[in-house]
C-alpha cells in the first residue's frame, strides 16, 4: 500500500534532545532540527490525512515551543506519495525555505538496574509527555489558547506582560471564579493576584495597560517578572494534567 508523506519546515532550529521517531495515532513521526515529517499508509482520502497531520503538528511545536521558551513555526513544505511497489515517489507540493540553526545543551539520562533491565529513560519519557501534549491541545481549545498566549510572550522581545494576564483570565472564565481556578490549579490565590497586581501595575513599562500611564515608569523586578512567569507556566501545566486526565472544569 502507497504512504503518503507531509513534511513542515520548522523555525527557528529544534534542539536535538527533541529529534526523534515516534508513532502518534497511526502516524509514523519524524523530529528534525529543521523540519517534522509524518507518514501514514493511505487508508483514507489525503486531505484527511492532512488535516489530521497538520493538528499534530500544531500541538508537537506547541509543546516544544513551551518547553523552550521559544515559539516554533512550521510550514508545510512537501507532500509526497511513496509507492513500495514501484518503488516510486511522486512529490506534488514542494516549497523550500532557509532555516537558520541554533545550538544548545541538554543532557538525557537513561538508569538502568543490574540486570540491565531500564528504570527511567529521560529522552523516552520528554517523548511520551510531548505525544500527550499535542494530543491535549489540538482537542482542547482553552489548552491550545493558553499554549498559544504562553509563547506569545516568549516570543516578544518586550516581553509585555498582557499574554500572561489572559491566561489568568481565561482560568478564571473557564472555572467560574478566580479562587476556583487557584485552587482546581493548585496556585495559592494570594500568589494568583500578586501576579495580577504586577500586571495590571501601570507604572510598569511592560504592563497590560500601555498609554495609560500616569507618572513615571519602571522596568519590572526579576522578581517580579519570575511570579508572572511561573503562575502563567503553572497554569497551562496544570491545566494541560487536568485535560490528559478528563477532569475538565464542568
Known amino acids: 500500500m502507497a504512504t503518503n508523506e507531509f513534511r513542515w519546515g520548522v523555525k527557528p532550529a529544534i534542539p536535538g534532545h527533541w529529534h526523534y521517531t515516534l508513532r502518534y495515532e497511526s502516524f509514523d513521526v519524524e523530529i528534525a532540527s529543521d523540519w517534522i515529517e509524518l507518514r501514514k499508509t493511505e487508508d483514507v482520502a489525503r486531505d484527511t490525512q492532512q488535516r489530521c497531520a497538520q493538528q499534530i503538528v500544531d500541538g508537537i511545536i506547541r509543546k516544544i515551543g513551551l518547553a523552550e521558551k521559544t515559539r516554533f513555526t512550521a510550514k508545510l513544505g512537501g507532500i509526497a506519495r511513496f509507492d513500495p511497489l514501484s518503488n516510486r515517489r511522486d512529490i506534488t507540493v514542494l516549497l523550500s525555505d532557509s532555516v537558520g540553526l541554533t545550538m544548545g545543551g541538554h543532557a538525557d539520562v537513561l538508569v ?139
Open 112 to 250: 538502568t538496574a543490574a540486570d540491565g533491565t531500564i528504570v527511567s529513560d529521560s529522552r523516552k519519557d520528554r517523548m511520551a509527555e510531548l505525544v500527550r501534549f499535542a494530543n491535549s491541545s489540538a482537542r482542547n481549545e482553552t489548552l491550545g489558547r493558553m499554549s498559544d498566549y504562553l509563547l506569545d510572550y516568549h516570543a516578544d522581545p518586550e516581553k509585555k506582560l498582557a499574554p500572561l494576564f489572559d491566561i489568568i483570565e481565561l482560568a478564571t472564565e473557564v472555572f467560574g471564579h478566580e479562587h476556583k481556578a487557584a485552587t482546581s490549579l493548585g496556585i495559592g490565590i494570594q500568589r494568583m493576584k500578586d501576579a495580577t497586581d504586577v500586571m495590571n501595575d501601570s507604572s510598569i513599562r511592560s504592563g497590560r495597560h500601555r498609554g495609560q500611564e500616569l507618572g513615571p515608569q519602571r522596568e519590572p523586578t526579576q522578581a517580579e517578572v519570575e511570579l508572572c512567569e511561573t503562575v502563567a507556566e503553572q497554569i497551562v501545566s496544570e491545566y494541560a494534567n487536568l485535560v490528559q486526565r478528563r477532569a475538565e472544569p464542568k
